[in-house]
């Protein structure tokens, strides 16, 4: 894993709500205490008081109480294993219903967001969604030596478990990157797990996330060869109380980690998460924000400042304020469609387009599918339509190193059938800059489907010698 310098970093903060969103067969908390009722009714009494929440009832459960005996405490908690044991179950019913659907449109543009900001998502939830769309996603990562590596579902996310070994390729071919995103999965995953007496983490373990959103199979047989589903899942269940849940060593780590970007972040983002108070480790934790980092809740139920409701109301009991006119937003779709405005007509202004040296780099992109291999990827370059003036991307399928003075626009046109292009019709970063000058989005057509793109972000990369400007891109 890379060690990633404290560098100030946007932070996103998940819950229920944001698995809610990208798609209904996620449950949030007090539905989720509804259906485990009914699953493991004759087993478990669930009997929840006037106004008392599953979380709630699920704490008292697991507490002992000093007026009862050992037995009845021992039997009390066994309930409750049980009970934590379902929700697990009910969660994993519940992703794969989910993953029959492609991701939705904001999604891919989030994810694309976060790549592009290098963001730091704080998840609350125990579900691989994100991994999942990841998965279906076309990120990718320019390392050492110019090789191009696929981020996966199973790179985002650390801190987290050991794997088993690599059984294949790709097991080992992308590594925890800071070339993207990172989230961080502050209550435990669905894949992790461990031994249930386990009281140091000594025995956690993860498995890999094969699947995608959208696709009935998974990218490679999920063999577990190590059992690792033998074990018990290693979740913080939704308590009130979570305290006994937080001394192993990699809750130490997730939540130092956690922290440690909190304290740093240029801008804080509340996706779906209510910020109930009770849970004082995860409302402390954003208490900490500096008072001068702007700070966005996404949320169809905000609820208000005065009277006191809701995550506004949360905020503001923690001392911190987000501005209904500035600061909130109706839905998480709203706030990635205008995260999507801001980034595709600042590019203008972009610091790698105003520097001298960006006159000596070429303009390429990175997509994949060229080979009918989701995962794998190859460099375009632009050319403009000269009917339509609308821009297509052509694939760099000849190496051209850097003591070519063939440029790479040249070596592409003149593998090109002749006669069917023009030098003047491929784009250079000088043509690149006019084209959205003035804070216009640079739009282009996927080489593989019909499906438009739109850039977003540019990155300096080397490959072979030669200096590239990398035109970042997103579903428009």
């Known amino acids: 894993m890379d060690h990633l310098p404290v560098t100030s970093r946007p932070v996103y903060v998940l819950g229920a709500g944001f698995s809610k969103a990208v798609s209904d067969s996620m449950p949030i908390t007090n539905a989720l205490g509804s259906e485990i009722k009914e699953r493991l009714s004759g087993q478990v009494d669930i009997s929840l008081r006037n106004e008392q929440s599953f979380e709630d009832w699920l704490t008292v459960q697991i507490t002992p109480l000093p007026f009862l005996s050992s037995h009845e405490n021992s039997v009390r908690r066994a309930h409750a294993d049980l009970v934590i044991a379902e929700i697990a179950a009910v969660l994993d019913q519940r992703v794969t219903a989910a993953s029959e659907s492609a991701s939705p449109h904001w999604l891919r543009q989030l994810l694309t967001i976060w790549d592009v900001e290098k963001a730091v998502i704080l998840t609350f939830n125990y579900d691989s969604l994100i991994e999942r769309a990841v998965n279906a996603g076309e990120l990718f990562v320019v390392g050492s030596g110019s090789n191009i590596s696929a981020v996966l579902g199973d790179n985002v996310v650390f801190p987290a478990p050991a ?35 386990d009281t ?93 980092i702007p700070i966005t809740v996404a949320d169809l139920h905000p609820g208000s ?56 780099m070429e303009l390429v992109t990175v997509i994949a599918g060229g080979r009918n291999d989701r995962f794998t990827s190859d460099y375009y370059v632009f050319t403009r339509e000269n009917t339509s003036g609308s821009y297509s991307a052509q694939i760099v399928d000849i190496p051209v190193d850097a003591n070519s003075e063939m440029s790479l626009n040249e070596a592409v046109l ?28 640079f739009y282009f057509q996927h080489p593989h489907r019909e499906e438009l793109l739109v850039a977003i972000g540019l990155e300096q990369i080397v490959h072979r010698g030669r200096r590239l400007l990398r035109v970042k891109w997103a579903p428009a």
């Open 305 to 360: 400042i005065e009277p006191r409701k809701g995550i506004l109301g949360n905020l503001a009991d923690l001392g911190l304020t987000a501005s209904r006119d500035t600061h909130v937003r109706a839905s998480i779709t709203e706030f990635v469609t205008e995260r999507m405005k801001q980034l595709t007509t600042s590019l203008t202004n972009h610091s790698l387009l105003n520097r001298e040296s960006g006159k000596e």
């Open 200 to 292: 140091t983490g000594a025995t956690l373990i993860r498995r890999r996330e094969r699947n995608l959103l959208g696709d009935p199979k998974p990218y490679v047989e999920d063999n577990d060869f190590n059992g690792i589903r033998e074990l018990d899942r290693y979740l913080v269940p939704p308590l009130i109380i979570k305290d006994g849940y937080y001394g192993t060593y990699l809750a130490t780590v997730i939540w130092r980690s956690a922290r440690k970007f909190i304290d740093s972040a240029s801008s804080l983002a509340i996706m779906g998460y209510s910020l109930p108070l009770e849970d004082r480790a995860a409302s402390q934790l954003i208490s900490r924000i500096p008072s001068d």
């Open 163 to 197: 794997a088993p070994p690599a059984e294949i390729y790709y097991d080992v071919s992308s590594p925890h990157s800071k070339g993207t995103m990172q989230v961080i999965k502050m209550h435990g995953s669905l894949l992790w797990y461990w031994a249930s007496d």
């Open 414 to 441: 003149n593998s090109m059938p002749h006669g069917t292009g023009r030098l003047e019709s491929f784009l250079t970063v000088e043509g690149f800059k006019s084209a959205i000058s003035g804070g216009e989005c």
